[in-house]
């Protein structure tokens, strides 16, 4: 007799439970690891179905008042699909400036020419960047970095009601995201920046020996120089290192997602997680 209360309350609210998938599913789209395409999409269909229905019976969700027809139901499902969307694609915008770093370091050791196929994602990525990218989504699993992006994904429906993310005309989301642009590449720069340093300095000996011998076929010898001291560097200085870039690139997610939930909360007295 208890279950009865409880399938009335499920079967009175399904339309809260499906605007919860939305969001959920949405969020899943862009959340790394967790959106690789090696992941079957019945599996992922099925998390999706399995998070919303335990934020469903959290208790924590709230529904904003809409137009109760057709349209405004299908208007409140493209502002959660919206809202789920923004806040997944801040960590994926984010997680992925390590196979833009990896960019910057295979075409400083002459490995540009060389991608290999991420499992993850199916696509072609520079071959330092998949290294350090598939290492860092190992790190973001084992260090539990997943339950913590979660949980702030958790909180987002006590902060953000149904239907209630202010996003349309908003502004400030808008320059905030080219901020976040313009550290993406200062920090993928930071993360090559040993290596790419590097490099420019073998060049420019390279330069000068040339002009003082003219007859060395600089192309012959640079490039195995290069391609030596790039491995060198990346087994020496990049992968000892791997923790701190993990920590880094982690926290910059993590604050970005909470600057973004705060951005689209409709009342100005949150306080992000």
């Known amino acids: ?18 605007l919860i998938l939305v969001r959920v599913s949405a969020f899943l789209i862009f959340m790394p690891v967790l959106s690789g395409m090696a992941i079957p999409m019945q599996f992922r269909l099925f998390f999706a179905f399995v ?4 934020i469903f019976t959290s208790g924590n969700v709230t529904a904003a008042v809409f137009n109760d027809t057709v349209s405004g139901f299908v208007m409140l499902i493209v502002m959660e699909f919206i809202t ?12 992925n400036l390590i196979i833009f770093a990896g960019h910057y370091m295979d075409f400083a050791t002459g490995f540009a020419m060389v991608n290999v196929m991420d499992p993850l994602q199916q696509i072609q990525v520079p071959l330092f960047g998949n290294l350090l990218f598939m290492t860092i989504s190992a790190l973001l699993v ?12 958790f909180d987002s429906f006590r902060l953000i009601p149904m239907g209630a993310a202010f996003i ?10 080219v901020w976040t642009f313009v550290g ?22 390279l330069g000068i020996m040339v002009k003082s011998v003219p007859q060395m076929n600089v192309f012959v010898i640079g490039m195995p120089i290069k391609v030596m001291i790039g491995l060198f ?14 920590d880094t690139v982690f926290n910059v997610a993590l604050e970005g997602m909470a600057s973004v939930i705060e951005g689209i909360a409709p009342y100005e007295d949150i306080v992000a997680p």
């Open 51 to 54: 998070i919303s229905v335990a």
């Open 168 to 177: 349309i005309g908003n502004a400030p989301l808008v320059e905030f995201m």
């Open 233 to 246: 560097l990346v087994y020496s200085v990049i992968i000892p290192n791997t923790g701190t870039i993990y």
């Open 142 to 153: 084992v260090m539990g970095g997943l339950h913590i992006l979660m949980s702030v994904f």
């Open 84 to 95: 789920g969307a923004v806040m997944g694609y801040i960590l994926f915008f984010v997680f």
């Open 184 to 205: 993406f590449v200062i920090l993928a720069l930071q993360i090559a920046l040993p290596l790419m340093g590097t490099v420019l300095l073998i060049d420019v000996c």
């Open 1 to 18: 007799m208890e279950l009865l209360p409880l399938l009335i309350n499920f079967f009175n609210n399904i339309d809260v439970l499906m």
